[in-house]
T-cell receptor, first 115, second 114 residues
Framework: NAGVTQTPKFRVLKTGQSMTLLCAQD?????MYWYRQDPGMGLRLIHY???????AKGEVPDGYNVSRLKKQNFLLGLESAAPSQTSVYFC??????????????FGPGTRLTVT | LAKTTQPISMDSYEGQEVNITCSHN???????ITWYQQFPSQGPRFIIQ???TKVTNEVASLFIPADRKSSTLSLPRVSLSDTAVYYC???????????????FGSGTQLTVLP
Protein backbone atom coordinates (compact mmCIF):
# COMPACT_ATOMS: atom_id res chain seq x y z
CA ASN A 1 0.00 0.00 0.00
CA ALA A 2 1.27 3.46 -0.89
CA GLY A 3 -0.88 5.10 1.79
CA VAL A 4 -1.47 8.79 1.06
CA THR A 5 0.36 10.34 -1.88
CA GLN A 6 0.48 13.96 -2.99
CA THR A 7 1.31 15.51 -6.33
CA PRO A 8 3.37 17.61 -6.90
CA LYS A 9 6.01 17.68 -4.15
CA PHE A 10 7.18 21.22 -4.95
CA ARG A 11 5.72 24.08 -6.95
CA VAL A 12 6.52 27.74 -7.52
CA LEU A 13 3.69 29.98 -8.74
CA LYS A 14 3.48 33.62 -9.67
CA THR A 15 0.79 35.75 -8.03
CA GLY A 16 -2.51 35.27 -9.81
CA GLN A 17 -1.72 31.87 -11.31
CA SER A 18 -3.86 28.85 -10.58
CA MET A 19 -3.02 25.27 -9.75
CA THR A 20 -4.47 22.04 -8.43
CA LEU A 21 -2.91 19.79 -5.82
CA LEU A 22 -3.82 16.12 -6.02
CA CYS A 23 -4.16 13.79 -3.06
CA ALA A 24 -4.72 10.06 -3.46
CA GLN A 25 -5.21 7.34 -0.85
CA ASP A 26 -5.44 3.58 -1.30
CA UNK A 27 -6.83 2.67 2.14
CA UNK A 28 -10.51 3.03 1.19
CA UNK A 29 -10.92 5.78 3.79
CA UNK A 30 -14.13 7.79 3.88
CA UNK A 31 -12.68 10.99 5.33
CA MET A 32 -10.10 13.16 3.64
CA TYR A 33 -8.57 16.49 4.71
CA TRP A 34 -6.41 19.30 3.43
CA TYR A 35 -4.18 21.24 5.85
CA ARG A 36 -1.63 23.98 5.50
CA GLN A 37 1.40 24.43 7.73
CA ASP A 38 3.27 27.70 7.96
CA PRO A 39 6.81 27.90 9.40
CA GLY A 40 6.98 27.19 13.13
CA MET A 41 3.26 26.58 13.40
CA GLY A 42 0.89 23.70 13.68
CA LEU A 43 -1.38 22.52 10.90
CA ARG A 44 -4.59 24.36 10.05
CA LEU A 45 -7.52 22.65 8.39
CA ILE A 46 -8.53 24.15 5.01
CA HIS A 47 -11.30 21.84 3.77
CA TYR A 48 -12.38 18.31 4.42
CA UNK A 49 -14.66 15.64 2.98
CA UNK A 50 -16.74 12.96 4.68
CA UNK A 51 -17.33 11.00 1.50
CA UNK A 52 -17.38 10.96 -2.28
CA UNK A 53 -19.14 14.01 -3.65
CA UNK A 54 -19.10 15.92 -0.34
CA UNK A 55 -16.89 18.74 0.89
CA ALA A 56 -16.94 21.13 3.83
CA LYS A 57 -15.02 24.18 5.02
CA GLY A 58 -12.41 23.99 7.72
CA GLU A 59 -10.68 26.70 9.69
CA VAL A 60 -9.01 28.60 6.80
CA PRO A 61 -10.99 27.93 3.57
CA ASP A 62 -10.73 31.33 1.87
CA GLY A 63 -8.87 31.29 -1.45
CA TYR A 64 -9.18 27.51 -1.87
CA ASN A 65 -11.64 25.14 -3.48
CA VAL A 66 -11.85 21.37 -3.27
CA SER A 67 -13.49 18.49 -5.03
CA ARG A 68 -13.96 14.81 -4.24
CA LEU A 69 -15.28 13.17 -7.38
CA LYS A 70 -13.79 9.79 -6.50
CA LYS A 71 -13.49 8.25 -3.04
CA GLN A 72 -9.74 7.84 -3.33
CA ASN A 73 -8.94 11.35 -4.57
CA PHE A 74 -9.23 14.79 -3.00
CA LEU A 75 -8.23 17.84 -5.05
CA LEU A 76 -7.25 21.24 -3.66
CA GLY A 77 -7.43 24.19 -6.05
CA LEU A 78 -6.01 27.67 -5.88
CA GLU A 79 -7.80 29.85 -8.42
CA SER A 80 -5.64 32.97 -8.04
CA ALA A 81 -2.55 32.36 -5.96
CA ALA A 82 -1.37 34.97 -3.46
CA PRO A 83 1.95 35.21 -1.56
CA SER A 84 0.01 34.54 1.67
CA GLN A 85 -0.66 31.04 0.34
CA THR A 86 3.01 30.17 0.44
CA SER A 87 3.01 27.17 2.74
CA VAL A 88 3.40 23.43 3.01
CA TYR A 89 0.18 21.61 2.21
CA PHE A 90 -0.64 18.25 3.73
CA CYS A 91 -3.38 15.87 2.78
CA UNK A 92 -4.69 13.27 5.21
CA UNK A 93 -7.28 10.53 5.33
CA UNK A 94 -9.02 8.57 8.05
CA UNK A 95 -11.51 5.77 8.46
CA UNK A 96 -15.10 6.14 9.59
CA UNK A 97 -14.74 3.45 12.20
CA UNK A 98 -17.40 2.56 14.73
CA UNK A 99 -15.04 3.37 17.57
CA UNK A 100 -14.11 7.10 17.48
CA UNK A 101 -10.56 6.83 16.18
CA UNK A 102 -8.68 10.04 15.58
CA UNK A 103 -5.87 8.45 13.64
CA UNK A 104 -5.28 10.37 10.45
CA UNK A 105 -2.79 9.23 7.84
CA PHE A 106 -0.82 12.06 6.31
CA GLY A 107 0.85 12.44 2.95
CA PRO A 108 4.41 13.73 2.48
CA GLY A 109 3.33 17.30 1.76
CA THR A 110 3.55 19.79 -1.10
CA ARG A 111 5.79 22.79 -0.66
CA LEU A 112 4.22 25.75 -2.49
CA THR A 113 5.89 29.10 -3.00
CA VAL A 114 3.97 32.03 -4.47
CA THR A 115 6.11 34.93 -5.67
CA LEU B 1 -12.71 22.40 20.39
CA ALA B 2 -10.78 22.73 23.63
CA LYS B 3 -7.57 24.76 23.51
CA THR B 4 -4.41 22.97 24.54
CA THR B 5 -1.26 24.30 26.20
CA GLN B 6 2.05 22.45 26.09
CA PRO B 7 5.71 23.45 26.54
CA ILE B 8 7.35 24.97 23.48
CA SER B 9 10.47 22.84 23.80
CA MET B 10 12.13 20.13 25.86
CA ASP B 11 15.57 18.56 25.90
CA SER B 12 16.41 15.04 26.99
CA TYR B 13 19.24 12.56 26.76
CA GLU B 14 19.28 9.22 25.05
CA GLY B 15 17.93 6.40 27.15
CA GLN B 16 15.86 8.63 29.42
CA GLU B 17 12.12 8.58 29.84
CA VAL B 18 10.45 11.74 28.56
CA ASN B 19 7.14 13.06 29.82
CA ILE B 20 5.37 15.84 27.93
CA THR B 21 2.40 17.35 29.71
CA CYS B 22 -0.48 19.09 28.03
CA SER B 23 -3.25 21.07 29.67
CA HIS B 24 -6.78 21.21 28.25
CA ASN B 25 -8.94 22.85 30.88
CA UNK B 26 -12.02 23.19 28.68
CA UNK B 27 -12.21 19.60 27.51
CA UNK B 28 -15.78 18.45 26.92
CA UNK B 29 -17.35 15.21 28.09
CA UNK B 30 -17.17 13.52 24.70
CA UNK B 31 -13.70 14.75 23.72
CA UNK B 32 -10.72 12.46 23.24
CA ILE B 33 -7.04 13.30 23.71
CA THR B 34 -4.69 12.37 20.95
CA TRP B 35 -0.99 12.89 20.27
CA TYR B 36 0.90 13.19 17.01
CA GLN B 37 4.59 13.27 16.13
CA GLN B 38 6.08 15.25 13.26
CA PHE B 39 9.57 15.05 11.82
CA PRO B 40 10.94 17.88 9.66
CA SER B 41 9.59 17.85 6.09
CA GLN B 42 7.12 15.06 6.88
CA GLY B 43 3.43 14.87 7.69
CA PRO B 44 2.38 14.22 11.30
CA ARG B 45 2.14 10.63 12.50
CA PHE B 46 -0.43 9.38 15.00
CA ILE B 47 1.07 8.16 18.27
CA ILE B 48 -1.73 7.44 20.70
CA GLN B 49 -5.19 8.49 21.85
CA UNK B 50 -7.13 8.10 25.07
CA UNK B 51 -10.24 9.12 26.96
CA UNK B 52 -9.35 8.49 30.59
CA THR B 53 -6.85 6.72 32.89
CA LYS B 54 -3.91 5.10 31.10
CA VAL B 55 -3.38 3.89 27.57
CA THR B 56 -0.25 2.12 26.40
CA ASN B 57 0.89 0.97 23.00
CA GLU B 58 4.20 -0.19 21.56
CA VAL B 59 5.71 3.30 21.40
CA ALA B 60 4.20 5.41 24.19
CA SER B 61 1.92 5.69 27.18
CA LEU B 62 -0.75 8.28 27.78
CA PHE B 63 -1.78 9.22 31.31
CA ILE B 64 -5.05 11.07 31.86
CA PRO B 65 -6.14 12.03 35.40
CA ALA B 66 -9.71 11.71 36.55
CA ASP B 67 -10.60 15.36 35.87
CA ARG B 68 -9.19 15.04 32.30
CA LYS B 69 -7.94 18.64 32.36
CA SER B 70 -4.44 17.53 31.49
CA SER B 71 -2.64 14.60 29.96
CA THR B 72 0.93 13.33 29.85
CA LEU B 73 2.62 11.58 26.97
CA SER B 74 5.38 9.29 28.17
CA LEU B 75 8.12 8.10 25.83
CA PRO B 76 10.28 5.37 27.37
CA ARG B 77 14.03 5.30 26.73
CA VAL B 78 14.18 7.91 23.97
CA SER B 79 16.74 7.79 21.19
CA LEU B 80 18.12 10.43 18.85
CA SER B 81 15.48 9.45 16.29
CA ASP B 82 12.72 10.61 18.66
CA THR B 83 13.75 14.22 18.09
CA ALA B 84 10.59 15.73 16.63
CA VAL B 85 7.65 18.02 17.32
CA TYR B 86 4.91 16.44 19.44
CA TYR B 87 1.36 17.74 19.22
CA CYS B 88 -1.32 17.31 21.85
CA UNK B 89 -4.82 17.58 20.43
CA UNK B 90 -8.28 17.43 21.89
CA UNK B 91 -10.59 15.82 19.38
CA UNK B 92 -14.31 16.40 19.38
CA UNK B 93 -16.27 13.23 20.02
CA UNK B 94 -18.57 13.65 17.04
CA UNK B 95 -20.77 10.82 15.98
CA UNK B 96 -19.93 8.51 13.12
CA UNK B 97 -20.77 10.02 9.75
CA UNK B 98 -19.04 13.30 10.54
CA UNK B 99 -15.42 14.09 9.94
CA UNK B 100 -13.36 13.82 13.08
CA UNK B 101 -11.62 17.15 12.95
CA UNK B 102 -8.32 17.84 14.64
CA UNK B 103 -7.00 21.22 15.73
CA PHE B 104 -3.23 21.43 15.94
CA GLY B 105 -1.46 23.84 18.27
CA SER B 106 2.20 24.79 18.02
CA GLY B 107 3.45 21.57 19.59
CA THR B 108 6.49 20.73 21.71
CA GLN B 109 9.90 20.48 20.07
CA LEU B 110 11.64 17.53 21.74
CA THR B 111 15.39 17.38 21.23
CA VAL B 112 17.17 14.21 22.28
CA LEU B 113 20.84 14.72 22.98
CA PRO B 114 23.55 12.05 22.85
Amino acid sequence: NAGVTQTPKFRVLKTGQSMTLLCAQDMNHEYMYWYRQDPGMGLRLIHYSVGEGTTAKGEVPDGYNVSRLKKQNFLLGLESAAPSQTSVYFCASSSRAEYPSYEQYFGPGTRLTVT
Amino acid sequence: LAKTTQPISMDSYEGQEVNITCSHNNIATNDYITWYQQFPSQGPRFIIQGYKTKVTNEVASLFIPADRKSSTLSLPRVSLSDTAVYYCLVASGVSSGSARQLTFGSGTQLTVLP
